[in-house]
């Protein structure tokens, strides 16, 4: 046995081991309460249990449903759950069906009509939320079996609280293949999970930090010197020049925009998104994401995604999207994908410098239709000594409030003021209500 409320389940065990039995007592009866609780690092098994499971009931003829959370944009972005409903795991071929890709609301309304004797089971149960757990105790007590694999550390911990005990599985460390691996860290070249032992793990995050320093010492514009665009919250840059040092300013006052309109929604997984067009090496993105929200980041120089991508899997663990792409090509190529808040700081006016004013004008139109909520926007003014004759067109404050105003629809454009605000530029917030 392993820690408190835990069993361990050595690799190649095939029996299903983890039916856990949770007892309630009360003055008139007693009721009978299954949850199987599935955890462990990726590549250990979970979704290849769960399968199993499903598809063992079904050969039976018991009735059985599966569940995965479509308020979570990292699983509505994987085609096998959006669009062809379909539960896989890394065993080739073994998969089930996904009955429900549902909101968390609509699988608490399902999950509360479903009959006494069937089988469910909910794969990333993470996105569920804390609150579904109680839903998990509420069915299981009414007599359904319920399979919950991946569960955050705060949905265990009540399940914990509960008297549920766990099924760990383990899996060899995909490094040195000699140890057991006891974490992970998603790809930052591809949307794939690596498990590894301490010591493996250790090796790449600290070959992870060094590439990183070495890329952002490389970077334009300052290439060879200890330059910076975002601030990195590496020690080793704690006395590099920033060229944005009013980044964390215009994250307090995004937050205080937020605060007012109730963003991000206090729904079960937080579930408002966010796009930054000019993403550099995910910064912002980055303290949006610590505020509760599902973010998205593009920016057309490739090292600096590749920054914020290096950032993301080894050490700010946001599981944040990053593109590599040009702002033009982007947003066009992108119009109907929308986001609750959307920004694009001191970006667009080097689209009407590098193609003409006409295309940065269709980016901001781009830009406007795809925000839900709120869209911060910053353009470089045309009297600044480095656009001076270079955007095609004259641009300052009214400029940018009028175009926000003719083409974005919003119920109302707010204008903070630089030097109000102790930013580099005036910041606009279109605002839909």
């Not at 006494?116 to 579904?132: H, I, K, R, Y």
């Not at 006052?253 to 963003?263: D, I, K, N, P, Y």
């Amino acid at each position: 046995m392993g820690p408190l409320g835990t069993s361990q389940v050595p690799r190649d065990t095939e029996e299903y081991v983890s039916r856990i039995r949770l007892k309630e007592t009360s003055e008139e009866s007693e009721t009978a309460m299954s949850i199987d609780i599935l955890t462990g690092v990726p590549g250990s098994g979970k979704s290849r249990r769960l399968i199993e499971t499903v598809n063992s009931a079904l050969e039976r003829g018991r009735s059985a449903l599966t569940f995965a959370c479509s308020d979570s944009p990292v699983l509505a972005s994987r085609p096998s759950l959006r669009d062809h409903h379909r539960l896989a795991c890394r065993v080739p071929g073994l998969q089930c069906p996904l009955d429900h890709f549902v909101s968390v609301a609509e699988a608490v309304r399902i999950l509360g009509q479903t009959p006494p004797e069937t089988l469910v089971a909910f794969e990333e149960s993470q996105f569920f939320g804390d609150g579904m757990v109680r839903h998990w105790l509420d069915a299981s007590a009414r007599g359904l079996d319920i399979v919950v694999a991946t569960p955050s550390a705060e949905q265990l911990e009540i399940l914990h609280a509960h008297g549920c005990q766990e099924t760990r599985f383990t899996v060899m460390c995909q490094k040195c293949a000699a140890t057991e691996a006891t974490k992970f860290v998603l790809s930052p070249d591809r949307d794939i999970t690596i498990s590894a032992c301490d010591k493996c793990h250790a090796e790449m995050v600290a070959e992870a930090r060094q590439e990183i320093l070495d890329r952002l010492e490389r970077q334009d514009p300052y290439p060879g010197e200890q330059a910076i665009y975002q601030p990195v919250e590496f020690q080793e840059c704690s006395g590099w020049r920033v060229l944005r040092p009013d980044t964390d300013a215009r994250v307090e006052l995004m937050a205080s925009v937020f605060g007012e309109l109730g963003l991000p929604d206090q729904g079960p997984t937080g579930q408002a998104t966010y796009l930054d067009v000019g993403s550099n090496t995910g910064y912002l993105c980055h303290r949006i994401r610590r505020l509760g929200f599902f973010v998205e980041g593009t920016d057309v120089v490739e090292g600096d995604i590749r920054v914020a991508k290096l950032l993301d899997s080894f050490f700010r663990r946001d599981h944040n999207t990053y593109v590599a792409a040009d702002a033009y090509d982007y947003l066009r190529d992108t119009v109907d994908r929308l986001f609750d808040v959307t920004s694009a700081f001191s970006v667009l006016q080097w689209v009407m410098i590098q193609r003409s004013s006409e295309d940065g004008i269709a980016c901001l139109e781009w830009l406007f239709a795809k925000t839900k909520r709120i869209c911060f926007l910053e353009m470089g003014d045309s009297s600044e000594a480095h656009y001076k004759d270079r955007i095609g067109i004259d641009i300052n404050r009214a400029w940018t409030e009028n175009i926000m105003k003719e083409k974005g629809g919003f119920s109302e454009v707010r204008v903070f003021d630089a030097k109000e605000h102790s930013l580099k530029r005036d910041v606009f917030a279109g605002i839909r209500l």
